[in-house]
């Protein structure tokens, strides 16, 4: 019953990161082109995918629920993004958060169905 709500709580919290205007994001240079900032936005939209996930597993088709979480995760990332230019006066919309959001949306469910299939050989 926790991780039904343990999803919409994280996603409160990263809304409430998203939309804080004390909190810019960190422009310095992690690995090439790639900065913190985009870093920090693909692990967050992968612990969303992966909470997702966890509250709406479904043992029969677990591919129909990945397709549903993906665009899900992926869409609230984006209008985050441009809840960000909307709402605040000194953050702006970013294709590459917004890139970033989707990437780690896609990144979480495949890490969760990486351990699922590990954990069933393991079993077995």
Known sequence: MFLK???LIFLIILGFLSLNPWLLPDPEQAVGFITWDLLDHA??????SVLMMLAFRQQERPWVMASIVIPVSSLIGVLLEY????????????????????????????????????RKRSVT
């Open 5 to 7: 709500w343990l999803w």
């Open 43 to 48: 692990a967050a939209y992968s612990l969303l």
């Open 83 to 118: 809840c960000q230019y909307w709402f605040t006066s000194n953050r702006q919309f970013s294709f590459f958060d917004a890139a970033a959001n989707v990437c780690g949306a896609a990144l979480g469910v495949i890490v969760f169905w990486g351990v699922l299939v590990y």
